[in-house]
């Protein structure tokens, strides 16, 4: 199993950056897929990236370019660099473990999220 906590959420002008992290703990965590999910107010579940462990990434279309991800096995973290931030880049985000992949079906264990919050 892992377990997952994250962190540095908060609330940022637009333009502004901020840096997600998530920790993990577990003994599946290196082996595992850590995706980023977020959930606005009233809409569904959406992907936001995700690293293998072999440190392969995808991303959104909506956050490509801006939104990094990577990860240090050594200490069971994973970070999500968010830059040039906006308005709608507002609402829980959540670490999730599993299979690589954008959908969170393929994601077995989940965090209980960060609120992120970009004023205009």
């Known amino acids: 199993q892992v377990q997952l906590v994250e962190s540095g959420g908060g609330l940022v002008q637009a333009g502004g950056s901020l840096r997600l992290s998530c920790t993990a703990s577990?003994?599946?965590?290196?082996?595992?897929?850590i995706g980023w999910f977020r959930q606005a107010p009233g809409k569904e579940r959406e992907f936001v990236a995700t690293?293998?462990?072999?440190?392969?990434?995808t991303y959104a279309d909506a956050v490509k370019g801006r939104f990094t991800i990577s990860r240090d096995n050594a200490n069971a973290l994973v970070y999500l660099q968010m830059n040039s931030l906006k308005p709608e880049d507002s609402a829980v985000y959540y670490c999730a473990a599993g299979r690589y992949g954008v959908t969170y079906s393929r994601y077995d264990y989940w965090g209980q999220g960060t609120q992120v919050t970009v004023s205009s």
């Open positions: 690293i293998g462990w072999s440190s392969s990434t």
């Open positions: 577990g003994r599946a965590f290196s082996n595992s897929a």
